[in-house]
């Protein structure tokens, strides 16, 4: 004899429905993850550029500019010549965070806090040494 009701039961549906909720907040917590970490890695290429345009300074003038205590807004930190403002604009950046600078005539330092803590490090520093790497927090000085 055939059966004329065809379909799934309620519980079946209810099953499926389960299973496809599970999986979406999955992908959505492993999305969440992916966008910090990309934006960790726009903030670090963007001080990667940020310390060739400072040596492009460098050569022009022989000297980092005078010395500036954690202010982008002048000397080096603003010239558009060698394209160092665009790396020291905060709305170049993810979320817009305020950016540290320092600089004395023979050193330098740039910090911009990441997007996504990694570790215990909570900012990403250039500096006129070659120092690229996280801190755990805000630079003082014109060195990493």
Do not use: H
């Not at 993810?94 to 909570?122: D, F, K, M, R």
């Amino acid at each position: 004899m055939v059966r004329k009701d065809r379909g799934f039961t309620l519980i079946e549906l209810l099953v499926v429905i389960a299973i496809i909720g599970i999986l979406s907040s999955v992908v959505l917590a492993s999305l969440n993850s992916a966008r910090g970490k990309g934006n960790n890695a726009k903030i670090k290429a963007q001080l990667s550029s940020a310390r060739a345009s400072a040596e492009v300074w460098y050569d022009n003038g022989q000297t980092y500019g005078p010395a500036q205590t954690n202010s982008c807004a002048g000397g080096m930190f603003a010239d558009t010549v060698s394209g160092m403002s665009q790396y020291t604009t905060s709305a170049n950046y993810p979320g817009s965070p305020t950016i540290t600078c320092y600089s004395t005539p023979s050193a330098y330092a740039i910090a911009v806090p990441l997007s996504q803590a990694e570790g215990s490090n909570t900012y990403w520093c250039v500096d006129s040494v070659g120092n690229s790497k996280g801190r755990v927090g805000v630079i003082t000085t014109p060195a990493c």
